[in-house]
C-alpha cells in the first residue's frame, strides 16, 4: 500500500550521498588540526618540563627554557584584550543599539569591513608609524598590544553586533514602553543577554592575538631579552615571534626546540580558550529564553 | 437615550486631527476624539487599520523609530504629549500589554520589579508590596506566589500575558493600553482577564485595542472603528450595538459583513 516510488528511492539515495559528501569535507577539516596536534604532542613533549616553562634560554637560545616568552606573550595578549574589548564591545553597542541607518553608518560598517582585511604586515608598519614613531611609545608591549588590538578590532566588533542582534527586539520594545530609556534596557536586558556571544569574539581575539607575529616585530617584540618586562614601556619577547626565531634565525637548535615552543603556544591559547568556553556554559545555563 | 457615567468624568486623553506615517507613507489619519477617565475606550477595526500605530503614538514610540512621525495633537492629562518634559515619565505613566505576552528574561519577581527598579525604588520591601499587589490586580498572585524566583518565559501563555499586565500595573500607570491581549490566550483566561479590567476601570482609564467585536461589546463604555487607516465612527457601545450607528461600514462591521 505504501509502495515507494521510483522516484522516492532516487531521491532517497541522493539524500545519502549528499549527507556522505558533507561528512567527508567535515572530517577533512579535522584532519589538519588532528595532524598538528599529534606532530606537536610527539615531537615537542620530549622538551616540555617545569624547567623548560620557568627558565630562561641559554646558549644562544639553543637551550634552556622560554619563561620571558610566555610572560611576554601573557602581557601582549593582555593589553590588547584591554584595548579593544571595551573600545570593541562600545563601538559595536553604538552601532546596534543607537545608530540610525544612513551614510555615516554605512561609512563606518564599510571600514570595519576594510579593517578585518588589511594585511598584519601592514598593520605592523601602521603601528611602527603611529605608536612607535609618532607617539613616541618607542618599541614596547604598550605598542605591541595597540597594534594587535587595532588589528582584531573588526573580529571583536562583528561577533559583538551579532550578539546583540540576537537579542529579541520584543524584550527592548516592551523595555521602551515601561519607559526604560535606551541604556537602562542595554545595561539590564541587552548585555546580560548578549554577553556568552561577545565572549566568543573575544576567544577568537585572544587566539589570533596570542599567535600573531608580524604585527609585533617592529613594534615591541625583541628576539632575546635576559629579563621579563616590568612595565607596558619595555620590550617583550614573545612566543611566536620566539618560534619564527628559532626555527629561521638561530644556527644550530636541536630540532625538537621550536615543537616544544609551538606545543606551548598552542597549550596557552587552548587553555585561554577552554576557560572562556566554560564560562559561556555556565552562562548559557542560565540563559532565560 | 441612557446618561452614562463615564461622560461626565474628566478628559484623560484628548485626540485632536491625529495622522500617523512611516517613511512619508500615512497609515492613520483625522484621528479625533477624547478618552474620558475611569472608562474602557475599545478600538476595533480589521488588521492593518492603524489601530497599532495609534497605540504608539500616545507613548511616543516614534521617538525610537526614525521612520515614524505624527502630525496633530494629543494631550494627555490636559498636556501635550509633545511637549511633555520627559518622554520616559509619559511612558511610565502608560502601561502596554502587547498581542504577545513578552516575558523579559528574568524571574517572575523580578519582571514585576523591573520598572519600579528603573525609577529608583531599591528596598525590598517596597519591591515586595509593589510586587504582590500588581499580580494580585492581575489575578496571578495565588498561581505564582511560590513560585516567584522561576523564569516568567517557564509559565504558561495565560499566566504570562497576566505577568505582563501586572509589569504594565508595576508604575501605577493612569493609562493602561492593551492591543489584542488575547490573541494568544486561552478562553478561560480571557474572562478572568476581562473581569480584571472592568476592575481596573474603577481606578485608571484603559484603551482597549481588540478585533474581537464581542470582546469589545463586552468590555468597552465607549468605541471606535478604525477602516484602512481612519475612524470610521466614536460612539457609545451600547448604542452602537442596539443599531444606533451613522455609517452603513459599521454596522456591518459590527453585524459580522465585513472582509
Redesign the interface.
Known sequence: MFEASELNIRNRKVQRLFRILFLLMTLLLILPVAIILAILTWKGSSVINLSFLFTSPTEGMTAGGIFPALIGTIWLVSVALLFSVPLGVAAAVYLSEYARDNWFTRTINLAIINLAGVPSIVHALFGVGAFVLFFKFGTCILAASLTLGIMTLPVVIVSTWNALQAVPMAFREACWNMGATKWQTIRRIVLPNSISGILTGIILMVSQTAGETAPIMFTGAAFFLPHLPHSVFDQTMALSLHLFVLATQVPGVPEDLPYGVAFVLIALVMVMNSLSIAFRVYLRGKKKW | MVSLPHSVNPVKLAVDDVAVSYSGKTVLKGVTFDIHEHEIFGIIGPANSGKTSFLKTL?R?DI?N?AMSFTGRISFSGQDIRTWRNV?????R???V?P?P?????TVYENVA??PR??GVSRKEDLDIIVERCLARAALWDEVKDRLET?G?LLSGGQQQRL?IA??L??DPELLMLDEFSIAVDPVTTMRIEDVLKDLKKEITIVLVTNLVQQARRLADRMALFLDGEVVEVGVTEEMFAGHVKDQRTKDYLDGRFG
Open positions: 507613548n514610540m525610537f526614525p520616559y515619565s509619559l511612558r511610565s502608560i502601561g502596554v502587547f504577545l513578552v516575558g523579559l528574561p528574568l523591573f520598572a528603573l525609577a523564569l518565559s505582563t509589569r504594565a508595576s508604575q
